[in-house]
């Protein structure tokens, strides 16, 4: 992995222990029966609707206005068994909060993440189980990565009776809860946490540092297990498509992000001074906060289009810009200057909507100095299947699934990033890992 050899202040280890502190601390027992009675308990609760994994969110918060705590993990959990993470990371204002009645009518939504996270935490430091697994059905499934996806459908699998082996390519499990979410988002080592919970299932043989495509062939997954299910997320990121982009100082944001979230010791990173980050999704903030947090002095967000069209939600860019980042707008990157051979700044172009709608430079120059470039637009799949004499069909870059995601291969179903539908968030990567368990079931039974 790259270091980045621009030095900013150093940071104490107290400061950077507090600038990595939870980003949303958890709410206190007051606070939560609080926030539950808030709840108008609808019938035919939009919020419902809007999570993709369709948690009985007035159940669940009625629960904790009683008091049964176990009661309201189990309505969570049963549709969502990373519901522990997903109230830590889901974008709950454009999900659950933002259908909230509350929300509609104040603006001050019920915090259903907040509350989700209360349950669900509660839950499992109490030891507690909910789940069984159904009598043995003598069938073995094979899961390919280890992230949200494969984990959540290697649960539902185990629930079901079925023998599970998750081959991951990683020495850890868990994808990008571990390597990629921001730090702040899930402290306390919580991805690892959650993946001996779903684990405690039974059933389920984790192959950690076993990649499809090199360790292992998918042709002989599909011969030895009854089922394979892909879920091997997005293992690259997209180019600038500049001159020179590999010059030193030139980052991919996903990969730094992931060092910073394996270092044991934040004071020994290296960041920039002046760091340009270009994106305009989560892993554009997420990347652009956590240099801010490092100790970097100025740090500029670029983005060619406005804040409306970024995919980073409008509680993200605030975030962002709390946090000291510079938020700039209908800005293209041009070229890459750099001076004895590392990056010193960026040429933009201004951006323009034309009147068909249609994203235009309009020729005005910007220049902006930089010692640290940070990529973040967007990832696409690797071809982890190249070993495999037949492959899925792939649609826009990702693998093609139908409506039970099965692949165009026989006994090869896939979810989770790598595949051609859904939002690229957590919560539709564990929804997707549960309904390809239901449905590789219902093909094996
Ligand atoms: C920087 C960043 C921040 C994000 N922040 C948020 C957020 O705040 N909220 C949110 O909801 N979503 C967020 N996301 C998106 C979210 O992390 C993903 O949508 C989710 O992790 C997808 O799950 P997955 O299981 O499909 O893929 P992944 O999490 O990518 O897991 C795929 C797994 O497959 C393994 N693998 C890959 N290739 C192979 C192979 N050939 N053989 C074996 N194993 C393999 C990988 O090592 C990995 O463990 C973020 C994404 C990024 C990049
Ligand atoms: S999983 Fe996410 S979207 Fe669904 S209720 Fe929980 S926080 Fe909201």
Redesign the pocket.
């Known amino acids: 992995m790259t270091t980045i050899d621009v030095r900013a202040g150093r940071l104490s280890q107290e400061q950077l222990a507090l600038n990595f502190t939870d980003a949303h601390p958890a709410l206190l027992t007051g606070n939560a029966l609080v926030e539950a009675n808030r709840c108008y308990f609808c019938y035919d609760a939009p919020c419902v609707d809007a999570c993709p994994t369709s948690i009985d969110i007035p159940n669940f918060i009625r629960k904790i206005s009683t008091g049964n705590l176990k009661g309201s993990a189990r309505d969570i959990l049963s549709q969502n068994i990373m519901g522990g993470m997903c109230a830590r ?3 709950t204002e454009t999900l659950c909060e933002g259908a909230c009645v509350r929300e509609t009518q104040d603006h001050q939504p019920v915090r259903i993440g907040e509350l989700q996270r209360y349950a669900t935490d509660s839950f499992m430091e109490s030891g507690e189980t909910i789940f069984e697994r159904a009598e043995s059905s003598g069938k073995k499934i094979a899961v ?7 984990l959540s459908c290697a649960h539902r699998l185990a629930v079901l009776g079925h023998q599970v082996v998750i ?4 020495d850890k ?5 571990e390597y ?3 730090a702040y ?1 899930t402290v306390n080592d919580f991805a690892q946490r959650e993946v001996d919970f779903i684990l405690e299932i039974g059933g389920i043989e984790t192959r950690t540092n ?4 090199q360790d292992v062939k998918l042709d002989d997954l599909r011969q030895q297990f009854d089922a394979v299910f892909l ?5 690259d990121v997209n180019s600038l498509g500049l001159e020179s982009e590999d010059i030193a100082g030139v980052y991919d ?2 990969e730094t ?1 992931a060092e910073l979230r394996q270092s044991g010791n934040l004071a020994e990173l290296s960041v920039g001074r002046r760091v340009i980050v270009i994106g305009g999704g ?2 554009a903030i ?1 990347i652009a906060v956590q240099s801010k947090k490092l100790g970097a002095e100025d740090v500029t967000l670029a983005y060619r289009r406005g804040p409306e069209q970024m995919s980073a939600t409008w509680k993200e860019q605030e975030f962002a810009q709390t946090n000291g980042v510079q938020v700039k707008h209908w800005l293209a990157p041009k070229s890459l200057q750099s001076e004895n051979g590392h990056v010193s700044g960026i040429e933009f172009e201004c951006t323009t909507l034309n009147p068909q709608g249609k994203l235009t430079a309009t020729g005005e120059l910007r220049n902006m100095e930089a010692d640290v470039v940070f990529k973040a637009i967007g ?1 696409t799949l ?1 071809n ?1 299947l190249d070993a495999a004499a037949e492959m899925p069909e792939t649609e826009a870059g990702k693998i093609a699934v139908n409506a039970e995601y099965e692949t165009s291969l026989a006994g090869v179903w896939a ?4 595949i051609s539908s859904g939002e ?6 564990v929804e997707h890992g549960k309904q390809a368990a239901i449905a590789i079931n219902r093909k094996l039974s």
């Open positions: 990371v889901c974008p390919v990565g280890g992230g949200p996806a494969g081959f991951e390519a990683r499990l868990s994808g990008l809860n990629g979410i921001a988002k076993q990649r499809l495509g879920s091997v997320g997005l293992g944001a996903v992000i989560s892993t997420d990832q690797v982890t979810g989770g990033d790598c690229d968030l957590t919560v539709h990567a």
